[in-house]
């Protein structure tokens, strides 16, 4: 007889019928095919610098703006975690 | 983690607030899971985390984020620079900035360098390795106060924060003129020589197999004298292939076969190496045995090669190749190491 030694904590994943139940509704009523309204979702990569015409772009050439303020960050970096207290 | 990105994510959003780009859709709090080295683990800082992670958002955490982790690993923890930032008078930032007041107000006090109790290079991405150590060096715990009204902790790690997230804008800035990175990390020469041994396709019995750009000696006591002292030889890879040399798994007969070995002898003057057996399903081992056995060999890497060709005589199916290397005492015989791996190819 097989020993019964599955005592992760996965179980939870497994077999009941609120989990089933969950998954099968999951499946059936929010995970279908995306709608249109996904299509607006961000796209990867996103622009770091802009070009010399001042379009948005992330391929780098040597006629590029560059967009930040190293010190700027700094600072802003620095707001953050002190005043959010979030690291 | 939170703080880095959303520090970088303003700079962008500012920047491209009128072009209509995606940055408008990314939200400043996605990333907090990161602080403590997640929950609390203390693995990965959330500041060595956030970085690349931000990078990833612009397709460059390839290009970059070997080198913030390096950045923050080799560095002298807490920096100057924040500190300058806020105290100087640059009347572009501080407390006196027009443009900044309401940043400054809200925000705590950064402590002035010279009163700053330690600076500290991690010499290790890990949360818990780099606070640890800090901690140690100032003599606090992470919730001693400091008279600016923050901890000595924080204040540490926010500094080093706002220092990585500046430090990471300044290398995208230079990637966006010069598709580089304008800081390259090089491994240290100390964990390189471990890598030489220690990598992703080494011999799991002999030199466990790992993926690691990290100090090895914050973790691992890792001098040869100690941990590899009854260590002489590794036997990396044991292989077949062609007549010419070009690796081959499945022969037929009358077919050229070459038995290949790569091994490494470590340390200098002292190594003997031959084979005391290699068996394959047909008289190669014998071949093998008298090729080697007069050699004398230096620390080195060694690839040798037995040319035989598969035999009528030989049994179809499955084949093996063991080869047993011993390592001895040039001068006294006495045997020092031995290993052996095992290899299989097909015969058709």
């Known amino acids: ?87 | 983690m939170q703080s880095v990105v959303s520090g970088l994510m303003q700079g962008f959003k500012a920047a491209f607030a009128s072009d209509g780009t995606d940055w408008d859709f990314i939200p400043y709090d996605m990333l907090t899971y990161g602080g403590g080295g997640i929950g609390g683990w203390g693995t990965l800082c959330g500041i060595a985390n956030g970085c690349p992670a931000l990078c990833n958002l612009i397709g460059l955490h390839g290009a970059l984020g070997s080198d913030i982790l390096g950045h923050y690993s080799s560095t002298e923890w807490p920096p100057a620079s924040l500190a300058d930032i806020y105290w100087d008078d640059d009347p572009t930032y501080g407390p006196s900035s027009a443009g900044y007041s309401g940043i400054w107000s809200a925000a705590k006090t950064p402590i002035p360098d010279d009163e700053v109790l330690a600076k500290v290079i991690p010499y290790s991405p890990l949360c818990h390795i780099s606070i640890s150590k800090w901690c140690y060096a100032a003599g606090v715990n992470l919730g001693s106060p400091n008279p600016y009204g923050f901890t000595h902790k924080n204040d540490r790690c926010g500094k080093i924060a706002a220092e990585m997230a500046g430090y990471t804008a300044e290398l995208i800035n230079y990637y966006a003129l010069n598709g580089a990175s304008a800081d390259p990390y090089a491994i240290p020469a100390a964990t390189a020589d471990c890598l030489t041994c220690h990598y992703t396709g080494s011999n799991p019995n002999i030199a466990p197999a790992q993926i690691t750009k990290m100090d090895c000696a914050e973790c691992h006591a890792v001098t040869p004298d100690a941990v590899h002292q009854g260590l002489r030889m590794i036997v990396e890879s044991v292989w077949t292939a062609d007549g010419s040399g070009t690796p081959k798994n499945t022969f037929t007969s009358g077919d050229p076969i070459q038995y290949k070995v790569r091994f490494h002898l470590l340390g200098a003057g002292f190594s003997f190496v031959k084979t005391a057996d290699s068996k394959v399903k047909d008289s190669a081992a014998v071949k093998m045995l008298k090729l080697i056995k007069s050699d004398t060999l230096v620390a080195a890497t060694y690839e040798w090669t037995f040319s035989d060709t598969i035999d009528p005589t030989d049994a179809l199916g499955t084949a093996k190749v063991v080869m047993k290397l011993k390592c001895f005492d040039y001068q006294g015989g006495n045997l020092l190491d031995k290993q052996e791996m095992k290899y299989k190819f097909t015969i058709v």
Not at chain 1, 18 to 31: D, S
């Open chain 1, 1 to 87: 007889m097989k020993k019964e030694t599955d005592l992760s904590r996965r179980k939870f994943l497994k077999g009941s019928v609120i989990g089933a139940g969950a998954l099968t509704a999951g499946f059936a009523g929010g995970l279908g095919v995306p709608g249109t309204a996904h299509a607006s979702l961000p796209v990867l990569p996103l622009p770091y610098c802009k070009d010399s015409g001042g379009t948005p772009t992330n391929t780098p050439n040597a006629s590029n703006q560059t967009v930040l303020d190293p010190d700027d960050v700094r600072v802003m970096t620095w707001w953050y975690y002190s005043s959010q207290g979030k690291g």
